[in-house]
């Protein structure tokens, strides 16, 4: 998992990568509240998110709670099918802004 930023100093681009578990769920927490600490908008790339439990998904919501509270926005891209399936699962699809790639989440912020 690395972070960047990407454009602007407010906003950034979390790359997260492997199994996120409830081994790495403290980890990645960190790492999205950090991104949230420091941008007005952040980008989570899960392209290469090869598996996401519940100890994961919780990440992802505080992440998105936090970011609502500091009035940041937090939106995910490149969600490959099997993390994308499991938050069609919990109906999270209606709640995440769920972009294709990069180039459509930049676009859709404008």
Not at 27 to 42: E, F, H, N, T
Request: net charge negative.
């Amino acid at each position: 998992m690395t972070e960047s930023e990407n454009g602007t100093a407010s906003r950034r681009v979390v790359h997260l990568a492997g199994e996120i578990d409830l081994e790495h769920a403290p980890q990645i927490r960190k790492v999205l509240l950090g991104a949230v600490d420091q941008g007005r908008w952040i980008l989570v790339d899960m392209a290469e998110v090869s598996y996401i439990d519940s100890s994961g998904i919780a990440c992802l919501i505080e992440a998105l709670q936090e970011a609502r509270k500091k009035d940041a926005d937090l939106a995910l891209f490149a969600v490959n099918p099997q993390a994308l399936r499991v938050l069609e699962l919990a109906r999270l699809d209606t709640v995440f802004a769920i972009h294709p790639d990069l180039t459509s989440a930049v676009q859709a912020k404008g």
